[in-house]
């Protein structure tokens, strides 16, 4: 069986860094235990992977092209398929009085954005700091163990795995009237990471569905208030 550009996957994958084998990433909890990079506020379990999307890597997204669901196989690849080769002009000296103007105090490894780009703090001596926009597995060969968990067909599949994806489940998914109707009631918080992922969900659907129509279905009711059981 092989996929195409724009089909729905969901995977298991795990990581390593070719120089030393260390473990990077993983969708297992076990193994980030095991590896030593188990994070309590990560949600560990398959991923999607929506092809030709630049969801991952390119040598991943060219090999799951060719894998079947339930199949797992493991791949060498190198920088250029990967997270390419590194770029000295990404390295830049900067003055830590500009970090300073803006209320921020750097430390190595810190990770902050630089006009627009993200960069990570290399080192710091006598006022002036290194930073490098380079991923950080740059230049190197990457190892990847992967497993197609599943394949997503019909498009509540993929809306629901979208939403996931995006800190926005929707609670309920219909199609009404040539529209998909997606509801979050009031189980769903309603925070900014909420409506920030609903705009995502909302762009990423006109982007990998048919869909040219998508409404939003929202519920809130008032908090409660706290009783005072104290008596006067």
Not at 1 to 17: P, Q, V
Not at 153 to 173: H, N
Not at 218 to 223: N, Q, S, T
């Amino acid at each position: 069986m092989t996929f195409k550009d724009g089909d729905f996957l969901e995977i298991d994958y795990s990581m390593w860094d070719a120089t030393d084998n260390s473990l990077v990433a993983t969708t297992e909890e076990q193994k980030a235990k095991n590896g030593g990079i188990y994070n309590k506020d990560t949600r560990y379990g398959p991923t999607l992977v929506v092809l030709g999307a630049n969801n991952v890597i390119s040598g991943l997204d060219k090999a799951l092209h060719s894998m079947s669901v339930n199949e797992q196989k493991k791949f060498t690849f190198k920088p250029e398929e990967a997270f390419g080769e590194r770029n000295e002009e990404f390295v830049r000296v900067m003055p830590i009085a500009g970090f300073r103007k803006n209320d921020i105090d750097p430390y190595v490894g810190m990770q902050v954005n630089i006009d627009n780009m993200p960069v990570i703090v290399k080192s710091i001596n006598s006022g002036r700091v290194v930073v490098d926009a380079n991923h950080p597995y740059a230049g190197r060969d990457a190892i990847y163990e992967v497993k197609i968990v599943k394949a997503l067909v019909s498009d509540r599949e993929k809306v629901e795995a979208l939403g996931k994806s995006y800190g926005a489940a929707p609670t309920k998914i219909e199609e009404k009237e040539g529209a998909l109707v997606l509801s979050f009631n009031d189980s769903v918080s309603k925070d900014a990471n909420y409506f920030m992922g609903k705009a995502n969900l909302v762009a990423s659907i006109f982007a990998n569905l048919k869909t040219d129509k998508v409404k939003i279905e929202e519920e809130y009711e008032r908090p409660k208030e706290k009783k005072n059981e104290e008596k006067a």
